[in-house]
């Protein structure tokens, strides 16, 4: 496995299990907890994939394939999560951040691996 694929995985990985750890321990209803950071951590992981996979053929577009990662998200967030969080007609702020936490988390591993996988092509 490439070097740069390797780092992705093992700090997505290492930043989304901190994070689930201290999550499962901070709230009280986790029913749905390793169901939100297993898709937000696909998702990341596919996208990254993509633009790894794609980096030299389509230069000009990876920004593009990485905005469709961030709409994939918000398209499974709004047709399988959002359901499961209006089941009683109210999104409370845990379900809120219970979403928005590995959202973040793995949007922000993901940008800047992307980043660093950009810069280290064109050097």
């Known amino acids: ?7 992705f995985h093992l700090l997505l990985f290492f930043i989304l299990g901190i994070s689930f ?5 901070s709230i ?10 297993a898709i937000n951590a696909s998702i990341a992981i596919f ?3 993509i633009v790894f996979l794609l980096r030299n053929n389509n230069k000009g577009y990876l ?5 469709l990662g961030t ?5 499974i967030f709004f047709i399988f999560v959002l359901p499961i969080f209006k089941d009683d007609n109210i999104v ?15 949007l922000m591993v993901e940008t800047k691996s992307l980043i660093s996988l950009i810069n280290n092509e064109e050097n």
Do not use: A
Not at 1 to 7: D, H, P, V
Not at 71 to 75: A, N, V, W
């Open 1 to 7: 496995m490439n070097k740069q694929l390797l780092n």
């Open 21 to 25: 750890f201290f999550h499962k321990y």
């Open 28 to 37: 009280d209803n986790t029913d749905h907890l390793p169901f939100l950071y």
């Open 47 to 49: 996208v990254y994939w």
């Open 63 to 67: 920004g593009y394939f990485f905005l």
């Open 71 to 75: 709409f994939i998200k918000f398209f």
């Open 92 to 106: 409370s702020r845990t379900e809120f951040f219970t979403f928005f936490i590995p959202y973040f988390l793995s």
